[in-house]
């Protein structure tokens, strides 16, 4: 059974995903996005515990996921266009 922190974690990546789709985003939606990722930051260690994160070479000790590490520039980057 997986842990409260990991179900926070993988909720708060599946919301985040969810919120970029919409086609306008406001200062709201990009706010909710900002905080899903704060949240899937402060439980992604129960991912880690749990050994669930995979690489080629079995389970990753790191979450250096290069698409991840985008996502953290997006607020960023939908301000400027």
Sequence with gaps: MASPGFIRAVRAMIDFIY????????????????QALRDFHDHKQAIIDAEAQQGKGGAKDDFFIPKLELMQSFARAIFNV
Aim: negative net charge; hydrophobic residues 40%; without cysteine.
């Design 19 to 34: 919120l970029a789709q919409n086609p306008l985003h406001t200062e709201s939606n990009i706010t909710s996005m900002i």
